[in-house]
């Protein structure tokens, strides 16, 4: 049953979440929180036959607060039943938040290992990057993803390379060969972001292996990473080396988010010496940030994201007023095609289209709020308008997503623009929810994210006669 703190939270999360009512905008395919605020997505696996997505959740505060783990499953990806908050910061090495971290299925267990945050009472000038902050590595254990054994720390402060800050977290866990490897976000004393690679033939006894990081400083922190192989039509074997980098703003980043999301895709070995490709952005919209991969039963590697961005007092979400914010992505399907790394929609959600409409160059939809659009285009420019305020272009150079109104309490919330130059274009599809937006452009190579808030539902084209629009309600 826990400590009596962990009874007291149970009890106090549950009467916020019976309480509590999503309102208008509340998804239809995108899992939310019951209540509160979610970020990151943890622990996500196949387990016992069904998916689980564990998810960062304040259930008391709905703009942030004290981090629990919620959990949802699913049979499909796309409906989720929550099955309970599963584990609560009720331990002094997490006191402070059950911060982010993954899963690994071993046998009839699922072991879970995440970031315990403790930030010191701030009496002797801490200034929680390189003092008072303690970053635990904690490994617990569950048989049915929602109730856990005891919580044992396998890593402190003193574990870690001494030139790093207090800023160490995010553990991703995989088993490999002689063992088990996991990756680890850090800031290094310098403000250069890195990768720490620990092996481990136990799971509670890891050894630091390796160091990664780009030859140029390529941000102060690297977040939640990520590490897997893809392997192409030919069986060529393609390493991503996948994180959230933290501090880029110079050129190009000035006008991105805050905090980016993507990957490298690297050659060598992780557990010795490896050479960087150019990084790759995961998603170029307003609301994509935290990603984690894993690998479903069926060899599919599975990728979703926060849809959301911290750190952004410019933007907020109308969800605010029904006391919830943020979701997941849509799970995206990983793969390396035509020499490129794409993301698609998981395959599930075709067998949910429904009422096929189909037109050529302009096609106009009034009032259907969730749908699957394919655009053929063919390298032709075209826009799309959605619930009349989010603007869809390629102009031939430039993909663009923009807002027409950038107040707060508009279809948008404060988002603006976000734009990326593509000079070649022939595909796009579009997938809409109740509050969020999804573009995948030449099947995944870049994909655009976004939530919205329509006072009304509508999708117009304005293209030339020879682009193809096809258009399904999608039924969930």
Sequence with gaps: MGTALTRDLARLCQEKEQAADHGAYAQHFHLMPPVGWLNDPNG??????????????SPFDAEGGAKCWGLQTSTDMLRWDYQGCALYPDQPADVSGVYSGSALVQGD???????????????DGYDYVHTGREANTVHTVTKDGLHFGPKHVVMRNADYPSDDTCHVRDPKVWQEGDGFYMVQGARRSDDVGEILVFHSVDLDHWKLVNRLT???????????????????????????????????????????NIYQSGFFPIEGDIRSSVSFGSFALWDAGFDFYAPQTFQADDGRR?????MGMPDTPSVTNLTLADGWQHCFTLPREVVFADGAVR????????????????????????????????????????TVSIAHELKLAWDGKVFSMRFEDPAKDSVGAGRTLRYEELPELSQARIVCDISSVEVFLNDGALTFSTRFYPKQHSFIVDAAPEVTTSFWTLDL
């Design 44 to 57: 996500l696996s196949q387990f016992k036959g069904l998916y689980h997505a564990y998810f960062q959740y």
């Design 214 to 256: 780009t030859p140029d400083p390529f941000g102060f922190m690297w977040e939640c990473p990520d590490y897997f192989v893809l392997e192409d039509e030919e069986g060529t074997k393609h390493q991503i080396l996948s994180c959230s980098p933290q501090g880029l703003n110079d050129g190009a980043w000035a006008r991105r």
């Design 302 to 306: 599975i990728l979703i994201g926060w």
């Design 343 to 382: 993301q698609r929609p998981i395959r599930e959600l075709d067998a949910h289209r429904i009422d096929k409409l189909e037109g050529q160059g302009s096609f106009v939809d009034m009032g259907t709020p969730c749908f699957d659009c394919e655009i053929a285009n063919g390298n032709r420019p075209f």
């Design 109 to 123: 267990e699922l072991h879970i290992f995440y970031t315990g945050n403790v930030k010191l009472e701030d009496q």
